[in-house]
T-cell receptor, first 114, second 113 residues
Framework: AQTVTQSQPEMSVQEAETVTLSCTYD???????LFWYKQPPSRQMILVIR??????QNATENRFSVNFQKAAKSFSLKISDSQLGDTAMYFC???????????FGQGTRLTINP | ETGVTQTPRHLVMGMTNKKSLKCEQH?????MYWYKQSAKKPLELMFV???????ENNSVPSRFSPECPNSSHLFLHLHTLQPEDSALYLC????????????FGPGTRLTVL
C-alpha cells in the first residue's frame, strides 16, 4: 500500500520569503502522479501543482515549483515570494496511474506573517 | 454554479436525527467521492462512485449511507450519528482516465451533539 508522509505539521515564514514544504511517499509502482493541494482557512481545497512520475522535469506554476526526486521518493513544494494569501493547509497526495484513489499526507499548516 | 458545490455548508444534528448532505459537480466528471476530514488526521476516503456505481466503501459504518442517482449528484444520508462523526465532509469529482486529479467541493461542517 502507498503511504504519504508530511513531516512538518506547521510552518511559519515572513511575507516575501521562500518556503519549502516536504513530502515523502512510499510505493513500489513506477507510474503515478503526485499532487500538492492547498486548503485555505474555511475555503475550498484546490490543486496547486501536479507532477507525472515519468517526467523528469520539475513542474512549475508561477511562484510554486516542486523538487521531484523519484529515486528518493521525495516531492517537496517550494513557494517563492510568499504572500499572505498563501496561508493554508497544504496536502501532498499520491495517485497511481489508472487508479482513482488518492492517498493524502497529514498536511502542513503554513502561515505567512506580514 | 461552477465546479463542485455542497449543501448545506454547516449542519448541527442530534444523535437521533436523520439528515442528508448533497454534492453536485458541474464539470462533466464521471467519478465522485466522499471524504471525511477530522482535525489532526489525514483525509479519509469514504466512498467512491464511477458512473453512478459504488466501487469503494472503506469500511464506513452503516450509519453513513451514500446515494449516487447520476454522475453529477452525490448524497450522503446520515442517521443515528455519534459525536465522533463530527468533521468536515468533502465531496470531490474527477474524470476517469485523466491522471487522478480530483476537484473538491467546499465541504459540509458537521457537528453531532
Amino acid at each position: 500500500a502507498q503511504t504519504v508522509t508530511q513531516s512538518q505539521p506547521e510552518m511559519s515564514v515572513q511575507e516575501a520569503e521562500t518556503v519549502t514544504l516536504s513530502c515523502t511517499y512510499d510505493t513500489s509502482e513506477n507510474n503515478y502522479y503526485l499532487f500538492w493541494y492547498k486548503q485555505p482557512p474555511s475555503r475550498q481545497m484546490i490543486l496547486v501543482i501536479r507532477q507525472e512520475a515519468y517526467k523528469q522535469q520539475n513542474a512549475t506554476e508561477n511562484r510554486f515549483s516542486v523538487n521531484f526526486q523519484k529515486a528518493a521518493k521525495s516531492f517537496s513544494l517550494k513557494i517563492s515570494d510568499s504572500q499572505l494569501g498563501d496561508t493554508a493547509m497544504y496536502f501532498c497526495a499520491f495517485g497511481l496511474q489508472g487508479a482513482q484513489k488518492l492517498v493524502f499526507g497529514q498536511g502542513t499548516r503554513l502561515t505567512i506573517n506580514p | 454554479e461552477t465546479g463542485v458545490t455542497q449543501t448545506p455548508r454547516h449542519l448541527v444534528m442530534g444523535m437521533t436525527n436523520k439528515k442528508s448532505l448533497k454534492c453536485e459537480q458541474h464539470l462533466g466528471h464521471n467519478a465522485m467521492y466522499w471524504y471525511k476530514q477530522s482535525a489532526k488526521k489525514p483525509l479519509e476516503l469514504m466512498f467512491v462512485y464511477n458512473f453512478k456505481e459504488q466501487t469503494e466503501n472503506n469500511s464506513v459504518p452503516s450509519r453513513f449511507s451514500p446515494e449516487c442517482p447520476n454522475s453529477s449528484h452525490l448524497f450522503l444520508h446520515l442517521h443515528t450519528l455519534q459525536p465522533e462523526d463530527s468533521a468536515l465532509y468533502l465531496c470531490a469529482s474527477s474524470y476517469l482516465g485523466q491522471g487522478g486529479e480530483q476537484f473538491f467541493g467546499p465541504g459540509t461542517r458537521l457537528t453531532v451533539l
